[in-house]
């Protein structure tokens, strides 16, 4: 999951060109004391800016404070230079001449329009290239040299994996001799839903771990890739590894080729680096090869000569069996050997084995198979093979390739970090997995990714708590405003102390995001927060006046109904709160606010009728004075006000009133819960009414829709177990 990309410039250009008389209330404007940052990845930010210091500024929210670099700063709005209030009497006249104060200087209100007017030039260019391309149907469209690309993601990252792949391209075809007749169709998506939902859409069903696949139907073959933001390696790793079967199959695709080969070669291209701008290959696998060095140390290491018969095409071959994780390791391998070994001398017999089967002809095919698809007989693939290395037979090349192998080294510390996960998740050796762990934090230095699995292995030891916690704040330190990791991190610490103050930051740094969402979800879930739907002192002081007038027959305005409906819903009134509400949106038809304050009043009275009228509302089309991208897709709009609602009622204590709106929301094909968001929320309802028979059934049901998510997972694991939660829910 990562950011909704560009939804806070969105928000701000919607704001701007909805406010410009007004900018003491405009998103971009500070208020309420808060200051207003503006980040380079599009996101508007209201906290407390401190300082720069060592290149990093301190940026203050309810969670707690961070430390964010400079560069990822377009610019900080301090209140002090927007506060609207007169501080002498020289100032009082000037706000009473129509003055408003702009960035520490009062100018006239005509000029503070202009201002805007710039903000919202800026705005409107910002969005255009990265917010009004989030939604699909608004993707780009790009015809290169050899790729069709289209994609929801932003213009920089767009033009980074079309130079990504036309290198890529250049690189393997004129290494190998192949080519394709045709532009290549390659999909891009910038969440993990939506690649989830286009896979099982495009394939029938979707990997849970998947970040890429191609298509090999002949005539529609397609490349599509999970843009992951923060592990962007991840993801071209998969490019270039996805991107060797599409060409392989490409260059022929009549021909099943051998296992070893096609994954090898994927595997091998799947570590190419792009090191500024060029394409560099022959990296090492450091996962692969710490499998490689356990198979050794085990000595269950097959001869080459067992390997080219797992997963071959020609199933009577000896020893056949499906392909395994290690042998990918092996082929990984023994492909690098291939090209790197023996000072060369077989990387262009290597391309003559892989050409012996490209131009492999139907009558030589193995006997049984059809001419639209056919492969080599295994025993003339492995007389290929040597005969293509110029071997008698295996001996030779299997010492050769044991000698190469062993003097592999690991490029760094994901290799040690394989080790140690392996000695602690498969052999429960903690001792072991120890010393590797360590080992790997000494050489991960910056890398995020690999101190997040350490982090998470330190939280499953015993007496490895405290280290866990403190690599965390690490962790999240090395890059702030990753709310994905920061979300997913916290998981592994639900104690009130290390989970809660990520969860709120969460929120606040990443305005309409779906983790933002699913940490609204999880706090409601848990009772944290409700101070943000339930108010204090302030709330209840005007509780009766508000209920009189709504109870009152005078004629209120729909403004005035609206104020009235939050104040009593956050005075914990949700009955009066409705009838209010009802009345905000009659004479505010299709204002959004109005309809989710009427949701979040539905839901805490148990009116599923009108809680499903006022999310459909929430998601219809906006009107036709409604600026262009002016917030976020239907489908988000309607998640965010589901989870608003829901999250109002748990902080009034109504569980069953929330399963009443919520669950028949739910029940409606096509409304099963899409995001990690609605499946805590469709998981809470019956674990704090305590319906173990619903809860049991959801909990099956969520893990096969979003397994990976660590809060999802807590609560699949109860139900899969029997175990029933706590009274408290947890």
């Known amino acids: 999951m990562r950011n909704f990309a560009g939804w806070g410039i969105a928000v701000l250009f919607a704001l701007l060109a909805a406010a410009a008389a007004a900018p003491a209330d405009v998103e971009g404007v500070p208020a309420d004391g808060k200051d207003v940052v503006f980040l380079a990845d599009g996101r508007v930010l209201r906290c407390r800016a401190g300082a720069e210091a060592e290149g990093r500024v301190e940026l203050g929210f309810t969670g707690g404070a961070v430390h964010v670099p400079k560069a990822a700063i377009l610019e ?38 202009a201002l805007l007017a710039k903000d919202r030039e800026r705005a409107e260019k910002l969005w255009k290239e990265s917010a009004s391309r989030s939604e699909w149907e608004n993707r780009w469209k790009r015809d290169t040299a050899h790729f069709t690309i289209e994609a929801n993601l932003p213009k920089e990252s767009v033009d980074f994996y079309e130079q990504a792949l036309e290198q890529y391209y250049e690189y393997f075809t004129s290494a190998f001799k192949v080519s394709v007749k045709r532009r290549i169709p390659v999909y891009i998506l910038r969440t993990r839903e939506e690649f989830r939902a286009f896979q099982k859409k495009d394939t029938g069903s979707a990997g849970e771990h998947t970040v890429g696949y191609f298509v090999p139907r002949k005539g529609k073959e397609h490349l599509v890739l999970f843009d992951w933001q923060g592990n962007r390696a991840e993801t071209l790793s998969v490019l270039f590894h996805e991107c060797t079967h599409l060409l392989l199959h490409l260059a022929n695709n009549e021909v099943d080729l051998p296992a070893l080969l096609n994954e090898g070669l994927s595997e091998y291209y799947g570590a190419n680096l792009m090191v500024e701008g060029r394409m560099v290959r022959g990296g090492i696998q450091d996962e692969r090869l710490a499998d490689l060095r356990s198979m050794i140390e085990a000595g269950t290491l097959p001869s080459l000569e067992v390997l080219l018969a797992h997963g071959h095409p020609d199933m009577s071959a000896g020893g056949w069996k499906q392909l395994s994780v290690e042998d990918y390791a092996h082929a990984w391998a023994f492909i690098h050997f291939l090209m790197h070994g023996a000072g060369g001398k077989y990387q262009p017999r290597l391309a003559a084995w892989m050409n012996g089967h490209l131009g492999l002809k139907p009558g030589d095919a193995a006997p049984g198979t059809g001419r639209e698809y056919y492969f080599m007989k295994y025993t003339d693939d492995r007389a290929l093979l040597l005969r293509s290395l110029k071997a008698k037979d295996f001996d030779a090349i299997e010492k050769e390739f044991r000698e190469y192998v062993s003097g592999l080294e690991f490029a760094g510390a994901r290799g040690l970090l394989a080790r140690g996960l392996r000695k602690l998740y498969r052999d429960r050796d903690e001792a072991a997995a120890d010393g590797y762990l360590g080992k790997a934090l000494e050489a991960a230095g910056d890398d995020a990714e690999v101190l997040s699995s350490i982090v998470k292995a330190y939280a499953a030891m015993e007496g490895k708590e405290e280290e866990a916690e403190r690599l965390l704040r690490r962790v999240l330190d090395l890059d702030p405003l990753n709310v994905a990791r920061r979300y997913e991190m916290s998981g592994w610490f639900p104690s009130e102390k290390a989970e809660v103050p990520h969860l709120l930051l969460c929120e606040e740094m990443a305005p309409g995001d779906p983790v933002a969402l699913a940490a609204t979800a999880w706090l409601a879930y848990r009772g944290e927060g409700r101070d943000r739907w339930v108010g204090g002192g302030a709330a209840r002081s005007g509780i009766a006046e508000a209920k009189a007038s709504v109870a009152g027959g005078a004629a209120v305005a729909p403004e005035e109904c609206l104020r009235l409906a939050g104040l009593l819903l956050a005075g914990g009134e949700p009955e009066t709160a409705l009838v209010a509400a009802r009345r905000a949106v009659k004479g505010l038809p299709g204002d959004a606010e109005a309809l989710r304050v009427l949701a979040r009043a539905a839901c805490a009275c148990g009116d599923a009728a009108e809680f499903a009228r006022a999310l459909e509302g929430v998601g219809a089309p906006r009107g036709k004075g409604a600026p262009a991208g002016a917030g976020p897709s239907a489908g988000m709009r309607v998640s965010e006000a589901l989870v608003e609602a829901a999250a109002q009622a748990l902080a009034l204590d109504r569980p069953r009133e929330m399963r009443k709106a919520v669950d028949p929301w739910f029940a409606v094909p096509g409304r099963e819960p899409r995001i990690e968001a609605e499946w805590i929320l469709h998981l809470a309802g019956p674990v704090l009414t305590k319906d173990w028979k619903a809860f049991t059934k959801r909990g099956i ?30």
């Open 701 to 730: 049901a969520g893990s096969a829709a979003l397994e990976g998510s660590d809060r999802i997972g807590f609560l699949v694991l109860l139900a899969r177990s029997g175990i029933r939660p706590g009274e408290d829910g947890e």
């Open 76 to 113: 900080i709005r301090r209140f002090a230079g927007w506060d609207p209030a007169p501080r002498d009497d020289a100032e009082r006249a000037k706000a009473a001449a129509g003055m408003v104060r702009w960035d520490g200087e009062w100018i006239p209100r005509a000029r503070a329009d």
